[in-house]
């Protein structure tokens, strides 16, 4: 089964305009949640982090919000700008398995000028 | 620093032939880990070396798949023979820590098996 689901599968955002993407989880052990930004031909690079200890952390333009009782944490693109168009994927892991990442199915995010 | 690179980029082979990819992680980097991405589906584990031992390849599909590294420094993931749904993109990514962290993530390489 799927460990981590990530929605919406597309987006399209105007250039200013706030992008959300969604996921959520089962795995009440996962302690690290990871966000990752993948450009056409290139390999999924880290964007931001969280771990369960904090409801929120923000890194210039972006943020994670994480909702422990829920199990659902989300990234939220302030001023979305073209330049942001992109693959993004979230992802869990856990200490425990020697923190191999278990990820969402991805989100194409398209920001129109 | 040099990044984690992965050869080829592409490959295309015949269902049952043999292919072999190649991951280069970043010097001083001890863990390397596989990953697949097929149709566009989310990326998923494969396996997780340490230096040159397997810590965990639960990921792997079936013994079609072997994996090495030797002496701990690249590593090669043979396929074969090849069918059809081996296709997609496999990732390679180290990291310096076992401790959950930044993995870093090569280009992959596109694999398409006909």
């Known amino acids: 089964q799927q460990q981590v689901k990530q929605s919406p599968q597309s987006l399209i955002v105007q250039k200013g305009g706030i992008s959300i993407i969604n996921c959520a989880y089962e795995?009440?052990?996962?302690?690290?949640f990871p966000w990752y930004q993948q450009f056409p031909g290139k390999g999924p690079a880290l964007l931001i982090a969280?771990?369960?200890?904090?409801s929120e952390k923000k890194e210039g333009r972006f943020t994670i919000s994480f909702n422990k009782s829920a199990k659902q944490f989300s990234l939220h693109i302030m001023d979305s700008q073209p330049g942001d168009s992109a693959t993004y994927f979230c992802?869990?892991?856990?200490?425990?398995?020697?923190?191999?990442?278990?990820f969402g199915e991805g989100t194409q995010l398209t920001v129109n000028p | 620093e040099a990044g984690v690179t992965q050869f080829p980029s592409h490959s295309v082979i015949e269902k049952g032939q043999t292919v072999t990819l190649r991951c280069d992680p970043i010097?001083?980097?001890?863990?390397l880990y596989w990953y697949r991405r097929v149709m566009g589906k989310e990326i998923k584990f494969l396996l997780h070396?340490?230096?040159?031992?397997?810590?965990?390849e639960s990921g792997m599909p079936n013994n079609r798949f072997l994996a090495e590294r030797t002496g701990g420094t690249y590593s090669t993931l043979k396929v074969q023979p090849a069918e059809l749904e081996d296709s997609g993109v496999y990732f390679c990514?180290?990291?310096?820590?076992?401790?959950?962290?930044?993995?870093?993530f090569g280009p992959g390489t596109r694999l398409t098996v006909t």
């Open positions: 795995n009440t052990a996962f302690d690290y």
């Open positions: 070396f340490v230096k040159e031992s397997k810590q965990d």
């Open positions: 010097s001083g980097h001890d863990n």
């Open positions: 990514a180290s990291s310096r820590t076992r401790v959950t962290g930044e993995q870093y």
């Open positions: 992802a869990a892991s856990y200490s425990t398995s020697g923190s191999r990442l278990t």
């Open positions: 969280i771990r369960p200890d904090v």
